[in-house]
């Protein structure tokens, strides 16, 4: 039957014409946009995994900015530690040579402070965007190094923490704490002998008195070319023979050494009957230098540089022993920060790992296949111009009717 007011083959031909035409704005804006899911009307959940991927990308973007920062920080800290170690090892020679008698001191005093001097510049300089982690000036530096998402969605930062080390030179203030020694002695917060062989004995003797310490005070004892140390807790200032205390800790620590030779050893004796005192003999067959030196809580971790003085025998002597302890603090600090820096530097080449891959991962979700999208547009292409004909012919269909009122 046919009809002049319904025509079903213009309709059926209009509405495939029309699927073909959706289905070619689909594709051409695949083709423009390069997106498969551009907007979440092309694929809701799609659409917002990707958004969520992408917001993490732009997160990560900026912690590695944050890690460049940090690595950056430290690595001049690590710079400064390095060239105060270097620094103090050239100070090292200079005091190992006015150990000898035939020689001006006053001239290597001289170059010892100007080599002090040289570190305190060094120390004060070492600073990147205000930031310091050599002056004592901070604790520690953290690093933002991650977000963690978890899988109820919820994300958290992680960092790294970069402790400072401190190497400041000032602060430091006598108070009397070694109160003798077998041996001349420059001033009451150092002494410095060397014991015969042949059982010859010296002692070293801490104040008794708790008022002259605080908690964070140091005895340095160095034998021969071997450093021990002795910190004050809080409890020990607080007890009635912090001396005694100090004294006990020192002689575990030098026992620890095992200092001795094929011919004996050196033996350390606590001395009770003289409270606070080590008594040193010498069994090992060759003589044995030592020294002692007291370093106040908050003088600096390198305090002891302030107390270096070399224009007399005895200040020569003590300063051997200190400049080792100070080399070593030096060498430790470089130490901690090649440690953080090596570990800022894994962590962010792993952040620009994972946001290449999350970037991936984000493309193989919602980036169009062009070579896909190119051979559907010819094919589509062709469909609209059959589904364009179709139609005209579908429209002509009335005219037929006319010629049987003729």
Same mark, same amino acid.
């Given at each position: 039957m046919s009809s002049i007011l319904t025509n079903t083959s213009a309709m059926i031909a209009l509405q495939t014409l029309r699927g073909i035409n959706a289905n070619l704005e689909s594709t051409q804006s695949q083709i423009s946009t390069g997106k498969a899911v551009a907007t979440?009307?092309?694929n809701s959940s799609v659409w917002a995994i990707s958004k969520v991927m992408e917001s993490d990308v732009s997160g990560f973007t900026a912690i590695s900015e944050s890690l460049s920062l940090g690595e950056s920080t430290v690595a001049v800290a690590r710079q400064a530690a390095e060239t105060v170690t270097d620094l103090l090892t050239q100070m090292k020679e200079k005091i190992v040579a006015a150990q000898?008698?035939?020689? @001006?001191?006053?001239?290597?005093? /001289?170059?010892?402070?100007?080599?002090?001097?040289?570190?305190? /510049?060094?120390? =004060?300089?070492?600073?990147?965007?205000?930031?310091? &982690?050599? @002056?004592?000036?901070?604790?520690?530096? $953290?690093?933002?190094?991650s977000l963690d998402? !978890?899988? +109820?969605?919820?994300?958290? /930062?992680? +960092?790294?923490?970069?402790?400072?080390?401190? &190497?400041?030179?000032?602060?430091?203030?006598?108070?009397?704490?070694?109160? =003798?020694s077998t041996g001349a002695s420059t001033n009451a917060d150092s002494a410095a002998f060397t014991i015969d062989t042949g059982g010859s004995t010296g002692n070293i003797v801490t104040n008794e008195s708790s008022d002259t310490f605080a908690a964070g005070d140091r005895i340095i004892l160095s034998v021969e070319d071997q450093t021990v140390a002795y910190t004050v807790t809080a409890e020990d200032a607080a007890a009635s023979t912090t001396g005694d205390i100090v004294a006990l800790g020192l002689k575990a620590a030098v026992d620890a050494l095992g200092i001795s030779d094929a011919t004996g050893a050196l033996d350390i004796?606590?001395?009770? =009957?003289?409270?606070?005192?080590?008594?040193?003999?010498n069994n090992t067959g060759e003589d044995v230098a030592i020294s002692a030196q007291f370093e106040n809580a908050g003088s600096?971790?390198?305090? &002891?540089?302030?107390?270096? $003085?070399?224009?007399?025998?005895?200040?020569?002597?003590?300063?051997?022993?200190?400049?080792? /302890?100070?080399?070593?603090?030096?060498? !430790?600090? +470089?130490?901690a920060f090649g440690t953080a820096e090596t570990r800022i530097d894994i962590q962010s080449s792993f952040v620009s790992k994972l946001t290449d891959s999350m970037t991936a991962g984000i493309g193989s979700l919602v980036d169009a296949d062009m070579e896909e999208a190119s051979a559907r547009l010819q094919a589509l292409q062709v469909q609209q111009q059959l589904g364009t004909q179709a139609l005209s012919i579908a429209n002509q269909s009335p005219q037929n009717i006319l010629s049987l009122f003729r």
């Amino acid at each position: 039957m046919s009809s002049i007011l319904t025509n079903t083959s213009a309709m059926i031909a209009l509405q495939t014409l029309r699927g073909i035409n959706a289905n070619l704005e689909s594709t051409q804006s695949q083709i423009s946009t390069g997106k498969a899911v551009a907007t979440a009307k092309d694929n809701s959940s799609v659409w917002a995994i990707s958004k969520v991927m992408e917001s993490d990308v732009s997160g990560f973007t900026a912690i590695s900015e944050s890690l460049s920062l940090g690595e950056s920080t430290v690595a001049v800290a690590r710079q400064a530690a390095e060239t105060v170690t270097d620094l103090l090892t050239q100070m090292k020679e200079k005091i190992v040579a006015a150990q000898e008698n035939n020689i @001006d001191r006053a001239k290597v005093q /001289s170059d010892v402070a100007a080599l002090r001097d040289q570190i305190a /510049s060094v120390v =004060g300089a070492a600073q990147f965007n205000g930031l310091n &982690l050599v @002056d004592g000036s901070v604790a520690s530096t $953290d690093v933002l190094s991650s977000l963690d998402r !978890d899988a +109820s969605g919820n994300v958290t /930062s992680s +960092s790294i923490t970069v402790s400072a080390q401190d &190497l400041s030179t000032g602060g430091y203030a006598a108070k009397d704490v070694l109160t =003798g020694s077998t041996g001349a002695s420059t001033n009451a917060d150092s002494a410095a002998f060397t014991i015969d062989t042949g059982g010859s004995t010296g002692n070293i003797v801490t104040n008794e008195s708790s008022d002259t310490f605080a908690a964070g005070d140091r005895i340095i004892l160095s034998v021969e070319d071997q450093t021990v140390a002795y910190t004050v807790t809080a409890e020990d200032a607080a007890a009635s023979t912090t001396g005694d205390i100090v004294a006990l800790g020192l002689k575990a620590a030098v026992d620890a050494l095992g200092i001795s030779d094929a011919t004996g050893a050196l033996d350390i004796d606590y001395d009770s =009957g003289t409270p606070g005192t080590l008594v040193f003999t010498n069994n090992t067959g060759e003589d044995v230098a030592i020294s002692a030196q007291f370093e106040n809580a908050g003088s600096g971790g390198l305090g &002891l540089l302030a107390g270096i $003085d070399v224009s007399s025998q005895v200040g020569a002597a003590n300063a051997l022993g200190n400049i080792e /302890s100070l080399i070593q603090t030096a060498v !430790d600090a +470089s130490a901690a920060f090649g440690t953080a820096e090596t570990r800022i530097d894994i962590q962010s080449s792993f952040v620009s790992k994972l946001t290449d891959s999350m970037t991936a991962g984000i493309g193989s979700l919602v980036d169009a296949d062009m070579e896909e999208a190119s051979a559907r547009l010819q094919a589509l292409q062709v469909q609209q111009q059959l589904g364009t004909q179709a139609l005209s012919i579908a429209n002509q269909s009335p005219q037929n009717i006319l010629s049987l009122f003729r």
